[in-house]
């Protein structure tokens, strides 16, 4: 049994600047791997992300093409470059109704000065009847707010602390400033790589999304696991009536 999950967005969720292994996609699937094998599942993370594509209307149309009929979860990171036509967010996670495995919509990176239009568009797709998340920004915000700043202390102090810690804030700059800048990117592999500008990402800040998508992930499996146990409904009777409120779901988008 696998559970596949999706990328898709611009030149950050490629993860342009670093390795492809370097995504949070890839740093997500090392994360849930083990805790999905504990249950039987084989977790299967998939980067489709391409730099300067919007997410429709080409993306949205044609996704079953573009990321598969099996995938559980997909995911979207085009704010940047979609901006503030909402209709492309909002045919994007409304044509996932219609998919044929019904995936649940994950938003990334939403944190623009118009995120509450965003989280609009998600909470129309959720009154549809579509499965629609969002990666909180303001955790986000509070989880940078307390990385430790490099700035002022000397080699031995700044190796006091873990890779993914080091150099990745300086003198309250992300991925910027002395002495973080020339740690950005890593450059034991393909150290004249492209696309390794200052607007993109690092391997520490796609570390931390990654991780972050995991943590939620991971719990999100655990409660239903607790919640499961606790209500002592016959697993597969459960399963069934989920897969018929979820038909009549999708027959409802159909028709409207």
């Known amino acids: ?149 490099m700035f002022g202390l000397n080699q031995a102090e700044i190796d006091s602390y873990g890779p993914y810690a080091k150099y990745f804030k300086c003198k309250d700059q992300i991925e910027r400033g002395e002495p973080c800048e020339p740690f950005k990117y890593t450059e034991e592999i393909c150290p004249d790589r492209k696309y390794k500008a200052t607007w993109h990402p690092g391997f520490r800040h796609q570390a931390m999304i990654g991780n972050m998508l995991a943590l939620g992930v991971t719990q999100l499996v655990l409660d239903m696991l607790e919640e499961w146990n606790s209500t002592n409904v016959d697993p597969l009777k459960l399963y069934t009536q989920i897969q018929n409120e979820q038909n009549q779901s999708q027959h409802s988008l159909k028709r409207s």
């Open 1 to 149: 049994e696998s559970f596949v999950w999706a990328a898709s967005g611009h030149s950050v969720a490629a993860s342009h600047g670093n390795l492809y292994n370097q995504s949070y996609t890839a740093f997500l699937q090392r994360a849930v791997g083990p805790f999905f094998r504990t249950l039987g599942i084989q977790f299967e993370g998939r980067n489709y992300a391409m730099g300067g594509m919007d997410s429709a209307p080409h993306i949205a149309l044609c996704q079953e093409a573009m990321f598969g009929t099996d995938v559980d979860v997909l995911t979207w990171d085009f704010a940047m470059i979609d901006r503030r036509e909402y209709w492309k967010n909002s045919l994007f996670v409304h044509r996932l109704g219609v998919h044929a495995n019904r995936p649940v919509h994950i938003s990334i990176n939403i944190e623009d000065r118009q995120s509450h239009n965003r989280r609009k568009v998600l909470e129309e797709a959720e009154d549809a009847g579509i499965p629609a998340m969002y990666l909180n920004p303001w955790i986000q915000k509070d989880i940078l707010a307390n990385i430790p700043d």
